[in-house]
């Protein structure tokens, strides 16, 4: 148990502050996973700025490593510029929860 007021003054912050980041974490992750489940094309690239800027924010402030929030961007990211294509078909298949999909324009 830490002696100096300084270092139990450490200790409360640091658990007010662990609890504030697990709230943003799991509001993330519960966006993303709603992203990833749209079926609403529409719907999908309406809501997926405010995705990019909880992702974002998250990364500015350390609580994820830049390369983390940079992964979990790029595959909705991609998914919308695929769907802005003029392709009816996507070529390629695109890793989308965890499993190769090919989606087609009108699908998503």
Not at 2 to 9: E, G, T, V
Not at 90 to 97: D, N, Y
Request: proline residues 4%; contains cysteine; charged residues 35%.
């Amino acid at each position: 148990m830490a002696n100096h007021k300084s270092s139990k003054k450490r200790i409360r912050q640091d658990l007010v502050i662990r609890l504030r980041n697990r709230y943003y974490k799991k509001s993330a992750r519960t966006a993303i996973a709603k992203l990833r489940s749209l079926e609403d094309k529409a719907e999908a690239v309406k809501y997926l700025p405010k995705v990019v800027a909880m992702v974002d924010k998250l990364a500015k402030k350390n609580t994820w490593h830049k390369n983390k929030a940079s992964n979990l961007k790029s595959k909705p990211l991609a998914i919308k510029l695929l769907l802005r294509s003029k392709c009816s078909v996507i070529p390629f298949p695109v890793f989308f929860k965890k499993k190769a999909v090919s989606f087609a324009k009108d699908s998503f």
